[in-house]
């Protein structure tokens, strides 16, 4: 199984950026989908962005469209997220998640998938 482990959160300043990191371990061939949810307060776990491997395909969440880029390297066993633009509503706890199989555009549907979550990493953004 591959199991997520995320690095990289902080605090940073509105219409900042900030790079997480999330290494995977346990791959070994076929596809997988590595996706970035978040939890922010008073909202649901909601999908940031996920990452199709091995073809590299990509889907975001509409928040994420035009601030954040997801981008992985399968060789390294990692799936970073970049996050421009930040805004104070970005503040939350972000988690790694791997599905063994192929990622959606649905993200709640994505959310049922996925069995193997990481333990989150915090971003809080500051006015």
């Known amino acids: 199984q591959v199991q997520p482990v995320e690095s990289g959160g902080g605090s940073v300043q509105a219409g900042g950026s900030r790079r997480l990191s999330c290494k995977f371990s346990g791959y070994t061939s076929g596809y997988n989908c590595i996706a970035w949810f978040r939890e922010t307060p008073g909202k649901e776990r909601e999908g940031v962005a996920a990452y199709q491997i091995p073809d590299g395909r990509t889907e975001y969440g509409d928040f994420a469209k035009g601030r954040f880029t997801i981008s992985g390297d399968t060789a390294d066993h990692t799936v970073d997220l970049q996050m421009t633009s930040l805004k104070p509503e970005d503040t939350g706890m972000y988690f790694c998640?791997?599905?063994?199989?192929?990622?959606?555009?649905?993200?709640?549907?994505?959310?049922?998938?996925?069995?193997?979550w990481g333990q989150g990493t915090q971003v809080t953004v500051s006015s």
């Open positions: 998640a791997a599905h063994d199989g192929f990622c959606s555009s649905d993200f709640p549907f994505l959310r049922h998938l996925i069995r193997n």
